[in-house]
């Protein structure tokens, strides 16, 4: 079946450390996306990738990096930069320039 | 700025009666909408689309309807389960790739 798949589902990390969460699709979409999401907040853009080795900083980019190597695949890097990096991250993907979003299941991340 | 928001961060309704959760918007050049449906601890799924050029869209026990002139988007619900327990987000987009997601509705069914 195709989808995304996010790993690791929950992460600990203590304050300081960088962490990466994974993001794969095998949608064959070219757009990726990575949305950080707070209780009771909608979802935020953290950034987001049109097409293999392109991504452009979202709304709260800063303390997060990504890299797109491959098609299938859109990382993100908490780095220790990030000043309250405990949330739930979404990684989602869309066929090029079009608006409906597939989403992964999501990484808890809490920094202790 | 842009913004996406709905009406009530909750909502509860009785098992069988129909749900309505509204939005509205504030950018006059979102031209397309969606609904999502995030049940707890998942990823949100996509429930219904509306573009602009439509004031009404019907699918499978929901109904989506567009008001632009106030600016407004609702999402119907018809003979609520309670697996349609979930929070429900409204999102517009402009056509690029930036989508603004709105706070979303926690809809509670009473059974």
């Known amino acids: 079946d195709g989808g995304i798949t996010q790993s690791p589902k929950y992460l600990f990390r203590k304050e300081g450390q960088n962490v990466t969460l994974s993001c794969e699709q095998n949608?064959?979409?070219?757009?990726m996306y990575w949305y950080r999401q707070d209780p009771g907040q909608g979802l935020r853009l953290i950034y987001y990738?049109?097409?293999?080795?392109?991504?452009q900083k979202g709304d709260i980019a800063e303390g997060y990096s990504v890299s797109r190597e491959k098609k299938e695949s859109f990382p993100l890097t908490v780095t220790s930069a990030q000043k309250n990096p405990t949330a739930f991250y979404l990684c989602?993907?869309?066929?090029?320039?079009?608006?409906?979003?597939?989403f992964g299941e999501g990484s808890r991340l809490t920094v202790l | 700025g842009e913004s996406v928001g709905l009406h009530l961060p909750t909502l509860s309704v009785q098992e069988g009666d129909n749900s309505i959760i509204n939005c509205a918007y504030s950018n006059s050049a979102s031209d397309y909408f969606i609904w999502y449906k995030q049940e707890s601890g998942k990823g949100p799924q996509f429930i219904i689309d509306i573009r602009s050029n439509m004031d009404k869209r019907q699918g499978q026990r929901v109904t989506v309807l567009l008001n632009k002139t106030v600016k407004h988007l609702s999402l119907q619900i018809a003979a609520t389960q309670p697996g349609d327990s979930a929070v429900y987000f409204c999102a517009g987009n402009t056509g690029g790739f930036k989508t603004i997601f709105g706070a979303g509705t926690r809809l509670f069914v009473k059974a």
């Open positions: 989602a993907s869309s066929r090029q320039n079009t608006g409906e979003l597939f």
């Open positions: 949608l064959n979409h070219d757009a």
């Open positions: 990738s049109q097409i293999v080795n392109d991504f």
